[in-house]
């Protein structure tokens, strides 16, 4: 068997394909809903990611 192969570093990922993954994995995993009238629009809140 061959000897294993050193790790490889991570490949640097463009922004736009994270954000993009991102928008798709939070699109396919919530179905949409009425906004909340008394919650803020922003999705990316501090008080929502805590």
Same mark, same amino acid.
Not at 2 to 20: D, E, G, Q, R
Not at 37 to 50: T, W
């Given at each position: 068997? =061959? @000897? $294993? *192969? $050193?790790?490889?570093? =991570? +490949? =640097?990922?463009?922004? *736009? @394909?994270?954000?993009? #993954?991102? @928008? @798709? +994995?939070?699109?396919? #995993? #919530? $179905?949409? /809903?009425? =906004?909340? $009238? /008394? &919650?803020?629009?922003? +999705?990316? #809140?501090?008080?929502? &990611?805590?």
């Amino acid at each position: 068997m =061959p @000897a $294993p *192969h $050193p790790p490889k570093p =991570p +490949a =640097p990922v463009p922004m *736009h @394909a994270l954000l993009a #993954s991102c @928008a @798709a +994995a939070a699109q396919i #995993s #919530s $179905p949409p /809903r009425p =906004p909340e $009238p /008394r &919650a803020p629009q922003r +999705a990316d #809140s501090p008080r929502r &990611a805590a």
